[in-house]
């Protein structure tokens, strides 16, 4: 079995997230970690959970690019719906993001210490969203008053990387579809986090993983991703599997 430690199956470009969840089953998918966005994406989420409470988790943020002016208001409300939604498994997904815009710098990383002081009081990961930002999500996270733990998700990053965000909390490094690309340098990276540190995730719809690049990506792709990765550290699938499985069960205390 493998886990999809983050995927959005719940977004419009999912005409019938039902059937994808079906799809992912039927591929050895057992369990989908399902992390929210924004105000609109808190209702499509916990629904498609309710559908499929055995083999789905919630993790419940506001994601870094939605931080704007209303960012307090907004953050109230999720606050709200990671005490009272079900399945919640997670603080997610959070973080800093400058790669499209540095207007709300300061703000991201506000609201980023908020919510993961809401993972260090419910004793809940974190799942980081970090694109052109590492130097602030490691000095937010290096101001928190314990040890945080959680996700890196979507890494691509370089070994020093590693070395810096092990260096800051009890992390684990969620690879996608972005280690199969022809450009990526990953693959020379996995030796460094090491398999005890791996999670396997989609991030679907984004960053389908070859055979599919390009395409609208799914929870069921995860397969191909897994396979790159197991063969780039030189075991089975199957091991790989349980491997990230058990690192996933761990994190995020799932049955």
Known sequence: MIIDTHTHLYLPEFDDPAAAVGRALDAGVGHMVLPNVDLTTIGPMSELHASFPECTSLAMGLHPTEVTGSYMDDLSAV???????????????????????????????????????????????????CRDGLDEVLEVLSGLPDVPRGVFHSFGG???????????????????????????????????????????????????PVP?????????????TAAYVASALGISTDKLADITTSNARRLFGIG
């Open 79 to 129: 606050n709200d719906a990671l005490d009272n939604a079900a399945g919640v498994v997670a603080v997610g997904e959070i973080g800093i993001d400058l790669y499209w815009d540095k207007t709300w710098r300061k703000e991201q990383m506000n609201a980023f210490g908020i919510q993961c002081r809401w993972g260090l009081e419910r004793d809940l990961p974190i799942i980081i969203h």
């Open 158 to 208: 370089t070994s020093d990387d590693v070395r810096r965000i092990r260096d800051t909390g009890d992390f684990y490094f969620g690879i996608n579809g972005i280690v199969t690309f022809k450009n990526s340098r990953l693959r020379e990276v996995l030796p460094d986090i090491g398999a005890d540190r791996l999670l396997l995730e989609t991030d679907s719809p984004y960053l389908a």
């Open 212 to 224: 599919h690049r390009g395409k609208r990506n799914e929870s069921a792709y995860i397969v191909h």
